[in-house]
C-alpha cells in the first residue's frame, strides 16, 4: 500500500507519519502549507500525481468555538475538503479514511453512542464534521472514523497534555464535572485504523476511542494518581463556562462495531498510563 496523509503536521497526522515511515512505507506527509484541501484543483492534482491507495485524511478545522462565527471556514475544510477527497480517490480508486468527532451527537445520550444512532449536532462545528461524513461517502471506498478526545502523540496539545502540564507545575487545572467522553490515544488510534485496512474490513462508519467513558474530573484524578502528583483541581459544570459552542455533555462512544472486525480497543485507563510512562521526564516533561 502506498499512502497520503493530509493534516501531517497535527496530532493525529504526525503519528501516522512517524509509524509508516518507521515501517518504510511509500508515504505522501501533506502539511497544510503543502496542500489546501479548500483548493479542489490542489488536491485533485496531488492524488492524480501520487497515485496512492490509501488516503488518510487527518486534517480538519478544529476550533470549535471560533467556528460559530466562521461557519464557511469550517465548512470548506471539513465538508467540501473532504469532498474533494472523495472525488480524486474515486478518480485514482484508492480508499478514503476520514476522522470525525463525537460532536455530530447532541449528547443527550444515557449510554454510548452506536454508530447506527441519529446525529444531532448543535455547534457549527459538529454540523461540518457531520456533512464531511455524508461527503466522504463518495469514495470508492470510505471508512469514517469517529474519534474523540485526542492525546498522545508528537504533537501533543490536547486537554489531557494541558491537565498533565498544569499538574507538573502545581497549577490548578480547570475541570468539567459533567462532561463525560471516551478518550482515544492516538497511537491506538493509528494502530486500530491500519488493522481496519489490512483486515479488509467492510467500508463504512466507525467509533474508535479507548474503552470506557470517564469525566474529566475523574480524567485528572486518574492523571494526578499516575503521576503521583498532587491534584490541584478547580471543577466546573458546563453551565458554569461561557462557551460559544456547545458541548455534548455525555459524549462516550461504543466501539462494538470495530470489535466486530476483531480489533479490540485498549481501556483508558491502561491508554493514559501508557503514554504517561512514554513522556520523557514524566512530571518534568
Not at 238 to 248: G, H, M, S, W, Y
Request: proline fraction near 6%; charged fraction near 20%; hydrophobic fraction near 40%.
Amino acid at each position: 500500500m502506498s499512502y497520503l496523509v493530509t493534516g501531517a503536521a497535527g496530532q493525529l497526522g504526525r503519528t501516522f507519519v512517524r509509524r509508516l515511515q518507521h515501517e518504510g512505507r511509500r508515504l505522501t506527509p501533506c502539511t497544510r502549507a503543502e496542500l489546501d484541501l479548500t483548493d479542489h484543483d490542489a488536491v485533485l492534482a496531488i492524488v492524480d500525481r501520487e497515485q496512492p491507495t490509501v488516503i488518510l485524511n487527518c486534517a480538519a478545522y478544529n476550533a470549535v468555538d471560533a467556528a460559530e462565527d466562521d461557519a464557511p471556514g469550517a465548512l470548506a475544510v471539513n465538508a467540501f475538503g473532504v469532498h474533494s477527497l472523495a472525488r480524486a480517490a474515486r478518480h485514482v480508486g484508492a480508499t478514503l479514511v476520514h476522522y470525525s468527532t463525537d460532536f455530530v451527537f447532541d449528547g443527550e445520550a444515557d449510554r454510548p453512542y452506536r454508530e447506527e444512532d441519529e446525529a444531532n449536532p448543535r455547534s457549527v462545528y459538529g454540523q461540518s464534521k457531520l456533512l464531511g461524513e455524508w461527503l466522504a461517502a463518495d469514495a470508492p471506498r470510505a471508512f469514517v472514523v469517529r474519534v474523540e478526545s485526542l492525546f498522545g502523540g508528537p504533537a501533543a496539545r490536547s486537554s489531557i497534555d494541558r491537565i498533565i502540564d498544569a499538574l507538573a507545575t502545581g497549577r490548578p487545572a480547570r475541570v468539567f464535572t459533567d462532561r463525560t467522553v471516551s478518550p482515544s490515544y492516538v497511537e491506538d488510534v493509528v494502530e486500530a485504523t491500519l488493522a481496519l485496512l489490512s483486515c479488509e474490513a467492510t467500508p463504512g462508519l466507525y467509533h474508535c476511542v479507548n474503552g470506557g467513558s470517564a469525566t474529566w474530573l475523574e480524567l485528572a484524578l486518574s492523571t494526578a494518581e499516575l503521576l503521583g502528583a498532587e491534584p490541584h483541581l478547580e471543577p466546573v459544570r458546563l453551565q458554569d463556562v461561557a462557551l460559544k459552542a456547545p458541548r455534548p455533555r455525555y459524549c462516550a462512544l461504543s466501539n462494538e462495531r470495530l470489535a466486530t472486525a476483531g480489533i479490540v480497543m485498549p481501556p483508558w485507563q491502561d491508554a493514559l498510563a501508557r503514554y504517561l510512562r512514554g513522556r520523557a521526564g514524566g512530571l518534568t516533561a
